[in-house]
């Protein structure tokens, strides 16, 4: 499924704030508890973010355009989350499993894409402190933040639970559509 975004310019600066919001070690420390087996895709990689995927694809690259499978980690640029909500969304429907990082914000139209859809939900308990930049100082950021988890068709579920329910609020429910 390819989206018509301008995805190969660079990441939007705006005065004083970014989309350059780069996963934090404990949370990847967390991931790699879930899928055992590894993160298979980061679509939105950035070379100075600390996600150790077999493939990579940067906003050059154009991660959208591309086939998500396999164990999927996805940080995406936070000021346009819609296209890559849909691309899990449908990369789920065909067997991928997406670990989703986004700001939990129900009040959007692209939040309803969330509840409409996905398998489970983890709202973080506290602001969560990022990667920021390229210089990796930790940035706490000012807003809330959640883990969305596209378990993709016949997926367990068990071990989403078990590892984020001792950080996050976790929250399952039957989805609208899948």
């Known amino acids: 499924m390819t989206l018509p975004l301008p995805l190969?310019?660079?990441?939007?600066?705006?005065?004083?704030?970014?989309?350059?919001?780069?996963?934090?070690a404990w949370v990847l420390d967390r991931v790699r508890d879930q899928w055992r087996d590894g993160i298979d895709l980061d679509p939105a990689w950035h070379p100075a973010c600390l996600v150790k995927a077999r493939k990579t694809y940067t906003l050059k690259d154009d991660g959208l355009s591309h086939e998500w499978t396999g164990n999927v980690w996805n940080n995406p640029p936070y000021s346009s989350p819609r296209?890559?909500?849909?691309?899990?969304?449908?990369?789920?429907?065909?067997?991928?499993?997406?670990?989703?990082?986004?700001?939990?914000?129900?009040?959007?139209?692209?939040f309803n894409l969330i509840w409409e859809s996905a398998t489970?939900?983890?709202?973080?308990?506290?602001?969560?402190?990022?990667?920021?930049?390229?210089?990796?100082?930790?940035?706490?950021?000012?807003?809330?933040?959640?883990?969305?988890?596209?378990a993709g068709v016949g997926a367990p579920i068990d071990n989403f639970h078990r590892v984020w329910s001792k950080h996050a609020q976790i929250v399952h429910w039957e989805p609208y559509e899948r």
Not at 83 to 109: E, M
Request: with cysteine.
């Open 8 to 24: 190969n310019e660079p990441v939007p600066e705006r005065e004083g704030h970014s989309d350059a919001w780069y996963t934090p």
């Open 83 to 110: 296209a890559w909500i849909l691309k899990a969304r449908a990369s789920a429907k065909h067997g991928a499993r997406v670990l989703q990082l986004v700001k939990f914000d129900p009040s959007t139209s692209w």
């Open 120 to 150: 489970s939900l983890a709202i973080f308990r506290r602001r969560m402190s990022f990667v920021a930049g390229s210089e990796r100082k930790a940035t706490t950021a000012n807003f809330p933040v959640c883990l969305v988890y596209w």
